[in-house]
């Protein structure tokens, strides 16, 4: 050490007689009394002088601290490319193994296969359909099918303990919450509701393979093309014979027709047609005869209408009832 040293920390003198204390890392002297008053800076491996890496002995130090912890340092470090090197060249082509390389082509040629035999298989969307009745609620069509919310299947003859909410249904058919608690009304603003929408293969449909969709004995039919032509016609005949011109009214009648052929009261009138004799009989309310009962019904509400809607100016309703003179009652004019 030379004749006169300077502290690491507070940069002061320090004379030879003095012992200052030196760090283990680059032999720095530091003073006793910045030691009495940080007794860390002992503790500090690398100092403060070598632990900043922007000076050149902080930036060795961090070098040389990193090669002996990690030793994978060096061995990468020694490993490094240099330009010229002959031993970096690749292998040849005749030390590469040969009897692994017909191994890997033949095994994921297969997999690809059934792979894409599995994606060429044409998929078919599967609904059930339930139609909705007067008596019908939300709550009770999902206890019928057993909706489950997780699969969006129908289970036909579940257990008890497995009914879960209708809140599938709702999301399926686009309904309102309330259609669950305040406004089951609603439910009868649909003519039909989904119950479950499926993707299956067309090879199960043409086995009639899953019994969750074709073995649920409901009788629940699709509203095809051909079904949406013969309303439109019904409509169009309904107009003709009753003059109207705004096809909603059309559409209103023949709907409420169709209604009233799934109203639980079918059974009772049934038996009263098939009575003997008598002239209180009621037709059977069918397809066959929906559009002669919304003729029916569209001229019963004309008559009604015809009949209560008479002007009543003549029949003395809303108007002064004379009694008689002020003079006769004692009032003098």
Same mark, same amino acid.
């Given at each position: 050490?030379?004749?006169?040293?300077? =502290?690491? !920390?507070?940069?002061?003198?320090?004379? &030879?007689? /003095?012992? %200052?204390? *030196?760090?283990?890392? =680059?032999? !720095?002297?530091?003073?006793?009394?910045? &030691?009495? /008053?940080? %007794?860390? *800076?002992?503790?500090?491996?690398?100092?403060?002088?070598?632990?900043?890496?922007?000076?050149?002995?902080?930036?060795?130090?961090?070098?040389?601290?990193?090669?002996?912890?990690?030793?994978?340092?060096?061995?990468?470090?020694?490993?490094?490319?240099?330009?010229?090197?002959?031993?970096?060249?690749?292998?040849?082509?005749?030390?590469?193994?040969?009897?692994?390389?017909?191994?890997?082509?033949?095994?994921?040629?297969?997999?690809?296969?059934?792979?894409?035999?599995?994606?060429?298989?044409?998929?078919?969307?599967?609904?059930?359909?339930?139609?909705?009745?007067?008596?019908?609620?939300?709550?009770?069509?999902?206890?019928?099918?057993?909706?489950?919310?997780?699969?969006?299947?129908?289970?036909?003859?579940?257990?008890?303990?497995?009914?879960?909410?209708?809140?599938?249904?709702?999301?399926?058919?686009?309904?309102?919450?309330?259609?669950?608690?305040?406004?089951?009304?609603?439910?009868?603003?649909?003519?039909?509701?989904?119950?479950?929408?499926?993707?299956?293969?067309?090879?199960?449909?043409?086995?009639?393979?899953?019994?969750?969709?074709?073995?649920?004995?409901?009788?629940?039919?699709?509203?095809?093309?051909?079904?949406?032509?013969?309303?439109e016609r019904a409509v169009k005949r309904f107009q003709l014979l009753t003059k109207t011109i705004d096809p909603g009214v059309g559409q209103a009648y023949m709907g409420l027709s169709e209604l009233e052929e799934e109203?639980?009261?079918?059974?009772?009138?049934?038996?009263?047609?098939?009575?003997?004799?008598?002239?209180?009989?009621?037709?059977?309310?069918?397809?066959?005869?929906?559009?002669?009962?919304?003729?029916?019904?569209?001229?019963?509400?004309?008559?009604?209408?015809?009949?209560?809607?008479?002007?009543?100016?003549?029949?003395?309703?809303?108007?002064?009832?004379?009694?008689?003179?002020?003079?006769?009652?004692?009032?003098?004019?």
């Amino acid at each position: 050490m030379a004749s006169s040293s300077f =502290c690491l !920390t507070c940069s002061s003198e320090l004379a &030879l007689e /003095r012992s %200052p204390w *030196l760090t283990p890392c =680059c032999s !720095t002297p530091i003073c006793s009394s910045c &030691l009495s /008053r940080n %007794p860390r *800076l002992k503790d500090y491996i690398p100092c403060l002088k070598c632990g900043d890496v922007k000076t050149l002995e902080g930036e060795r130090a961090a070098r040389s601290r990193r090669a002996m912890r990690d030793p994978r340092a060096q061995m990468e470090e020694s490993d490094m490319f240099t330009i010229g090197d002959d031993e970096d060249d690749p292998p040849a082509y005749d030390d590469a193994p040969i009897d692994c390389q017909p191994e890997r082509s033949a095994e994921p040629s297969g997999d690809h296969a059934h792979v894409g035999s599995l994606s060429e298989e044409e998929m078919e969307t599967v609904e059930i359909r339930h139609p909705v009745s007067k008596s019908d609620t939300l709550l009770f069509i999902a206890r019928r099918y057993a909706v489950d919310v997780s699969r969006r299947t129908a289970v036909v003859h579940p257990p008890i303990d497995t009914l879960s909410q209708p809140h599938e249904i709702v999301a399926l058919n686009d309904l309102p919450p309330a259609v669950l608690s305040s406004q089951p009304h609603l439910l009868r603003t649909r003519q039909t509701l989904i119950i479950s929408r499926r993707q299956i293969p067309k090879s199960k449909l043409a086995n009639g393979g899953d019994p969750l969709v074709f073995d649920s004995g409901l009788g629940v039919a699709e509203q095809t093309e051909d079904d949406k032509r013969e309303r439109e016609r019904a409509v169009k005949r309904f107009q003709l014979l009753t003059k109207t011109i705004d096809p909603g009214v059309g559409q209103a009648y023949m709907g409420l027709s169709e209604l009233e052929e799934e109203d639980g009261l079918l059974d009772e009138s049934f038996e009263g047609e098939n009575d003997a004799g008598g002239s209180g009989k009621k037709a059977l309310r069918e397809p066959a005869n929906r559009e002669d009962r919304a003729l029916e019904a569209f001229y019963g509400d004309e008559q009604w209408e015809h009949e209560a809607g008479k002007p009543t100016r003549g029949q003395g309703v809303g108007r002064w009832k004379t009694i008689g003179n002020g003079s006769n009652l004692g009032i003098k004019v």
